[in-house]
């Protein structure tokens, strides 16, 4: 199994991106998708979750301005990010619960992470 990013780059203030997070495996069931995010010098911190029925919960931080979403036929989660701001500068990874039915195994999985830079 493995989860791949993608969507990350450069971007100015009040611009916008969209990160994409695949799951893929040849017998699969993904469970709560999660994109999370470490900036240089802190902390890695949860922005968002989107459970299998798409029940949704966003960080403070991303509030009004960040929407996950899922396409369970792809396994595949969205963030769309907007009015980025300097402090939403970070690396942006995707965390997933994952059945492997080839093996019969439920586990934790964790993408490489993209670079979202918000510069002027």
């Known amino acids: 199994v493995q989860l791949v990013e993608s969507g990350g780059g450069l971007v100015q203030p009040g611009g916008s991106l969209r990160l994409s997070c695949a799951a893929s495996g040849p017998r699969i069931t993904v469970y709560d998708m999660e994109w999370y995010r470490q900036a240089p010098g802190k902390e890695r911190e949860l922005v968002a979750v989107?459970?299998?029925?798409?029940?949704?919960t966003l960080a403070d931080s991303a509030k009004g301005r960040f929407t996950i979403s899922r396409d369970n036929t792809k396994s595949t989660a969205y963030l769309q990010m907007n009015s980025l701001k300097f402090e939403d500068t970070a690396v942006y990874y995707c965390?997933?619960?994952?059945?492997?039915?080839?093996?019969?195994?439920?586990?934790?999985?964790w993408g490489k992470g993209t670079l979202v830079t918000v510069s002027s």
């Open positions: 989107i459970g299998g029925s798409g029940r949704t």
């Open positions: 965390h997933a619960r994952v059945t492997d039915w080839s093996t019969v195994r439920t586990m934790d999985y």
